[in-house]
């Protein structure tokens, strides 16, 4: 019995020296954190592709929502550090550098790499696109929607508004895609409800359509008109006092144009002013 006694310590003690050798072995790695800010009204989703080096494949790690007006941090573990990931998402704002097409069932998400995908219309193809990783392991998206690009027509107008405030002696103001959105909407309302107003049917005025559309500021104003082209449109503008002051206003530094030509020809024209 006594004799046993040192070879039970020994055990144990190869016991405790094996605990400490597991403990000094590091967990799994964090390989990255996606921080997703989505600023629309509905629910959006992603999801991460990552290559598996064993496998020596691509493997989907799954499928995310993002709720509406939400911000969500989603952490990812890997065994090693990882540069870059890529990402299929439902609202993608990046740049789809090194973008890579794969085969997915969208109705409930899988993803197929080079396999017999199942008969339907559920399925199609879709570009994964790659995202690099920083160096604190993160990964930041906002989701919100691309401004609406100003037309031709408006860019022609807002070049007329700048070569009358040069006249003046008045830096140009900057062309904004969101003014010219919130003030197309207005000018077509308008034209299409027949009412000519600041003020439109819902009782909104400019700077609540403004604001109603994320458009924060310090300073606005909004000139109206309708007529048988831009250049006279703005001719007139120029001819009234109070939408001249607006246009050669030095408080403003960005204007948006919003045009809308009704059925009889009859142009709708709608100016924003704002200083951020």
Request: glycine share 6%.
């Amino acid at each position: 019995m006594d004799k046993d006694v040192p070879a039970l310590y020994k055990r144990v003690a190869v016991l405790l020296l094996a605990a400490l050798l597991l403990a000094a072995i590091p967990l799994t790695a964090e390989a990255f954190k996606v921080t997703i800010d989505n600023k629309y009204n509905t629910t959006k989703s992603f999801a991460i592709l990552k290559h598996d080096d064993k496998l020596n494949k691509w493997v989907c790690i799954g499928w995310y929502n993002v709720g509406p007006k939400t911000v969500k941090d989603f952490t990812f573990l890997d065994s090693t550090k990882v540069k870059h990931a890529y990402i299929y998402s439902s609202a993608w704002s990046g740049s789809g550098e090194g973008a890579m097409e794969r085969t997915v069932i969208k109705s409930k998400f899988k993803y197929y790499d080079g396999e017999q995908c199942p008969p339907g219309d559920k399925w199609r193809k879709e570009y994964f696109s790659r995202v690099n990783i920083g160096t604190d392991g993160t990964v930041k998206l906002v989701w919100q929607a691309a401004p609406a690009a100003i037309t031709a027509d408006e860019r022609l107008g807002i070049d007329l508004l700048n070569r009358d405030r040069e006249k003046q002696g008045l830096p140009r103001l900057s062309a904004d895609a969101r003014l010219s959105e919130v003030a197309r909407k207005h000018a077509e309302d308008m034209a299409q409800s027949k009412y000519f107003s600041h003020t439109n049917r819902k009782g909104q005025s400019p700077f609540d359509r403004m604001k109603e559309n994320g458009i924060t500021y310090r300073s606005a104003g909004e000139n109206i008109a309708y007529n048988s082209s831009i250049a006279a449109m703005q001719v007139a503008w120029m001819n009234s006092p109070g939408h001249r002051a607006n246009i050669l206003s030095s408080q403003y530094t960005h204007v948006g144009l919003g045009l809308y030509t009704a059925p009889d020809g009859t142009i709708y024209g709608v100016q924003l002013f704002a200083r951020y």
